[in-house]
């Protein structure tokens, strides 16, 4: 897994020695020798990750992530501290300023990469989410873009089979945040898939395998995305490197220092709150692009996907589709009298009344300006045409409501298709359909007219 590292270090041999490091692992790098530098690439360039040294003159490397973190074009860029001091109160300033991570010169190769590749999996997924964002903005289906979400009030969950700890967890998580614990990791996956922010669990607990149940959360596609802080023992490398390889988000050292807690904490809950953002504007995009925005159906666009699929099984010996073309009468007149909107209105009306008889299973859509379709799966032509008369039915039974009291007689004319016989299209569905509809109309509107093939 390959990405592009931003190197940054005021002394000239540090940086040769990490760019030969990274560039040996084919690793593509980047280097700036001072923070403004740095600042502009990562802006310009945008790497996957900033290795930052801390010691600089002038922007010491706190300054330099914290205006990373704080400009929108580069807050989601990871980043490692890299110093020479070991001192608790540099470690919580880096984690505070928004650091990823904190590593101590002179750098251990198998941290540096492990941190590296956890890194660079945890951006691509951010990129990508980020990406499909910005098409939403692009089309108009997504407006505006997150707010600077905070990293407090999260709900934590806590597995750790030692009380003592845990206790001390818990006081400590409650200040900021609402943590529950659990000593079972079975359970604990159970309370994973309901609101959880952040799980935090010992992996080095005596009574079940805290890495296993990371793997687990991590392979449940109802969990996957949780972000887990793991506690370790310091001496056991391969441990935390092994949790590092198989997704664990950050890791949190023993003896475990309560604001260094604190600062992962709110890393780990601001970062979730950003992803889960950007995937409910994901999901609400693509909503809005298969959905009529005024009255709340799909569109033709969703419509004609489904269609065909549906008509393709029927030809190779499935279930007949039959197809609804509706065609609201005179709609021209009403908008000419009373206006677009009271046209909007009777519109997003009609729909809650199509909607409301047709089958569970069925799909009905706007197919432009005043027509509609309704596309039935399994329905033959007679079933089809007798939904076709309930719909005409209720829609011409009782008057529309609109604006100022006003009551509207509307009516309609539907013509009703069904598939027959082979090389059947869904072109040729629809077309049947809305031949259907002039007959309709041709013979005084208000009316249903079903046309075999």
Do not use: W
């Given at each position: 897994m390959s990405a592009r590292i931003l190197v940054v270090d005021d002394i000239e041999a540090n940086v040769k020695l990490l760019e030969a490091r990274l560039t040996a692992e084919y690793y593509e790098v980047l280097t700036a020798s001072d923070g403004p530098t740095a600042l502009a690439l990562a802006a310009s360039e945008k790497p996957d990750i900033v290795l930052l040294d801390v010691m600089m003159p002038g922007m010491d490397g706190f300054e330099v992530c914290r205006r990373l973190k704080d400009d929108p074009i580069t807050r989601h860029i990871?980043?490692?501290?890299?110093?020479?001091?070991?001192?608790?109160?540099?470690?919580?300033?880096?984690?505070?300023?928004?650091?990823?991570?904190?590593?101590?010169?002179?750098?251990?190769?198998?941290?540096?990469?492990?941190?590296?590749?956890?890194?660079?999996?945890?951006?691509?997924?951010?990129?990508?989410?980020?990406?499909?964002?910005?098409s939403g903005r692009r089309i108009g289906v997504i407006a505006g873009a997150a707010a600077r979400?905070?990293?407090?009030?999260?709900?934590?969950?806590?597995?750790?089979?030692?009380?003592?700890?845990?206790?001390r967890l818990m006081a400590e998580l409650s200040i900021e945040h609402r943590p529950v614990a659990e000593t079972d990791p079975e359970k604990a996956h159970m309370t994973a898939r309901g609101p959880v922010d952040l799980i935090v669990v010992n992996a080095t607990a005596r009574g079940f395998d805290g890495l296993r149940f990371a793997a687990n959360i991590r392979s449940d596609e109802a969990t996957r995305h949780l972000p887990i802080l793991a506690i370790v023992d310091p001496d056991e490398r391969h441990r935390l490197v092994k949790a590092l390889e198989?997704?664990?988000?950050?890791?949190?050292?023993?003896?475990?220092?309560?604001?260094?807690?604190?600062?992962?904490?709110?890393?780990q809950i601001r970062r979730k709150r950003y992803t889960d953002f950007l995937r409910d504007n994901l999901d609400h995009s693509l909503e809005l692009a298969v959905t009529d925005q005024l009255t709340g159906l799909h569109n033709r666009r969703y419509m004609e996907g489904q269609l065909g699929a549906l008509v393709k099984r029927?030809?190779?010996?499935?279930?007949?589709?039959?197809?609804?073309?509706?065609?609201?009468?005179?709609?021209?007149?009403?908008?000419?009298?009373?206006?677009h909107d009271i046209g909007d209105e009777v519109l997003r009306e009609f729909a809650v009344r199509l909607a409301s008889n047709v089958r569970a299973?069925?799909?009905?859509?706007?197919?432009?300006?005043?027509?509609?379709?309704?596309?039935m799966p399994g329905a033959r032509l007679q079933d089809a045409e007798r939904v076709a008369e309930r719909i005409r039915l209720h829609v011409a039974g009782s008057p529309f409501r609109v604006s100022g009291g006003e009551l509207l007689t509307v009516t309609i004319s539907i013509g009703v298709s069904s598939t027959s016989g082979e090389g059947d299209t869904p072109e040729m569905l629809l077309k049947r359909a809305d031949e259907a509809v002039y007959e309709a109309k041709a013979a005084g509107r208000n009316r249903v007219i079903a046309r075999a093939a």
């Open positions: 990871p980043v490692v501290l890299v110093t020479a001091l070991d001192g608790r109160s540099d470690r919580i300033t880096g984690l505070e300023a928004g650091a990823d991570e904190f590593l101590t010169k002179p750098i251990d190769d198998v941290m540096l990469f492990a941190r590296v590749r956890s890194l660079t999996r945890l951006k691509q997924v951010l990129d990508e989410l980020r990406a499909r964002e910005a979400l905070g990293g407090t009030g999260g709900r934590v969950l806590v597995l750790d089979d030692n009380e003592r700890q845990a206790q198989i997704g664990v988000n950050d890791i949190l050292t023993k003896p475990i220092d309560p604001q260094e807690m604190a600062a992962r904490a709110r890393t029927a030809m190779l010996g499935g279930d007949p589709v039959s197809a609804l073309m509706i065609d609201i009468d005179h709609f021209k007149k009403i908008n000419d009298n009373f206006g299973i069925d799909l009905p859509c706007r197919y432009g300006g005043e027509e509609f379709t309704v596309i």
